[in-house]
């Protein structure tokens, strides 16, 4: 397989297995090639190869297995969605093929703070409902979300002693707030501490501050949510105006 020599080759070749790996060209559990056939494969040394295989396992595609070799994760797995789509977080993983699971880590009524009030429109006094929670896929933590939202539009969940369902929906279905669109910033954040016991890794997420918008125009709901980057990816069209 040929790579371009005006670019980094360690590079170019993990990016190659990476997009095999998300394909399903190599299997999840699947051993990879010694690194002596690959780099004959990619007319490299093994010194790029190796290079390559450590991002590879910096990333979590793949794990080394000492004198095993080296095998494509067991729980390797992919979201996609386009940027300019709004959907929740089970619907983004339900279009996956996947099943997500949620762990509530907080749910309490508390005062709003400048920024939500700013957001949401509140007054200086108003309370709001703050839902903390990580999402799993295959027992593997890959979002951590914080939903921000004025107590009167759902009080009763204050007294809820757990919440495992789309925030989405719920507001649709008890509180009839359609969200149908939302502002939202996003950036690269290095490493997030995830809230969880025995889960301390630092791991580069996708951060999206969002202000979502009901069918009315009014802003309803101000989110956080971190995405492990080495799970999701986001896409977007482009469209160069030319006159």
Known sequence: MKVKRNKPLHLQIANILKSEIEKGDIKPSEKLMPEDALAKNFNVSRATIRESLRI????????????????????VFFISNALNQLRSTTEIADASGLKIDK?????????????VQESLGLEKDERVIKIERVGFIKEEPIIYSIDIFAMKLAPELVDTKDFHSSLLAYLEEKSNIQIVCANATVSAVGSIEWPLNGFQNKMSALLFEQVHYDQNQKPVLYSIDYYRSDHFKFHIFRKRDIS
Request: proline letters at 0%; charged letters at 30%.
């Open 56 to 75: 590879l396992e910096h990333e979590h595609y793949i794990v080394s297995k000492h004198g095993a070799g080296t095998f494509v994760s067991e729980n």
């Open 103 to 115: 762990k509530l880590i907080e749910l309490k009524a508390e005062f709003a703070d400048k920024i």
